[in-house]
């Protein structure tokens, strides 16, 4: 049984990246300090993006090793490898690069892998070769439509048990993707929910409120021992 969610509100975007930055830095530090070389899952998005940038003001201040810290995606568009669209490329150039992290493991792009289906496979191969399949921490955003990662309302990925997935046809441009599943995401220790904004309100509260998993995609993933909601006031505000 996993535990109940937790839900953390901030004044705003900002004030939401800063505390959710600051929160993965002193997580992370933990871990190192306790001998651990911690897995973490990033997510695209705007807000992901903030969060991002806010982790290279902040990790200077940090103990955090980056070299120390092995780097998943949840979900990547299956696109040409220097296309802006890229979450890794986006991760790279926010704060990545900066801070130092070698331990990358990038989802496949169309240079890399013939079709989407390829891409996720080769990637569900690279996460059991490094025995990664339990992350410490998957960071997830989520649409106004309850998707996260490149789950979406209705897919038929929602019900598949394998690691990762292609997506065809996403609903959120670009249309070719590659998703972790909800066992993959499941399987990780803390899943930290990353919303900002009005437009995902009703979305977090469905999500919340136990909605079918094939409606609101959120509402089907939890982490093993934590799940944290880091919300601003405005995507708090129909709870
Ligand atoms: O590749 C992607 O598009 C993301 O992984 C996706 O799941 C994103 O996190 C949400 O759509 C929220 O995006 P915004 O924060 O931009 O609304």
Redesign the pocket.
């Known amino acids: 049984m996993t535990p109940e969610p937790l839900v953390e509100v901030h004044e705003d975007g900002p004030a939401l990246a800063t505390a959710v930055a600051g929160e993965l830095l002193s997580r992370l530090a933990d871990a190192q300090d306790a001998g651990g070389v911690p897995r973490i899952a990033l ?7 903030q969060i991002h940038r806010e982790i290279a003001r902040l990790t200077p201040g940090s103990e955090v090793d980056w070299g120390r810290v092995v780097v998943w ?5 299956f696109v040409a490898p220097e296309s802006p669209d890229r ?1 890794s490329g986006q991760a790279r150039a926010a704060f990545l690069d900066a801070v130092g992290a070698t331990q990358v493991h990038e989802m496949p792009s169309t240079a890399d892998a013939s079709d989407v289906d390829a891409g996720a496979a080769a990637y569900a191969d690279a996460l059991r070769r490094h025995g990664s399949g339990e992350f410490d921490i998957v960071m ?5 439509d309850g ?5 979406f309302p209705g897919f038929p990925q929602l019900d598949a048990d394998a690691i990762a997935v292609g997506v065809t046809g ?1 609903p ?1 441009p670009p249309p070719e ?1 590659i ?1 972790l599943t909800l066992p993959a995401l499941n399987r990780a220790r803390s899943v930290w929910f ?4 009005s ?2 309100a009703r979305a977090v509260a469905a999500a919340l409120g136990g909605a079918d998993v094939h409606e609101i995609p959120a509402a089907g993933v939890a982490g093993r021992e934590e799940t944290v909601w880091f919300l601003d006031r405005e995507a708090a505000s129909a709870l």
């Open positions: 997510t695209g998005g705007t807000i992901a993006d995606w949840g979900d990547e568009r979450n997830l955003g989520i649409g106004p998707h996260i990662a490149s789950l996403s959120k993707r998703s990353l919303v900002s904004g437009g995902k």
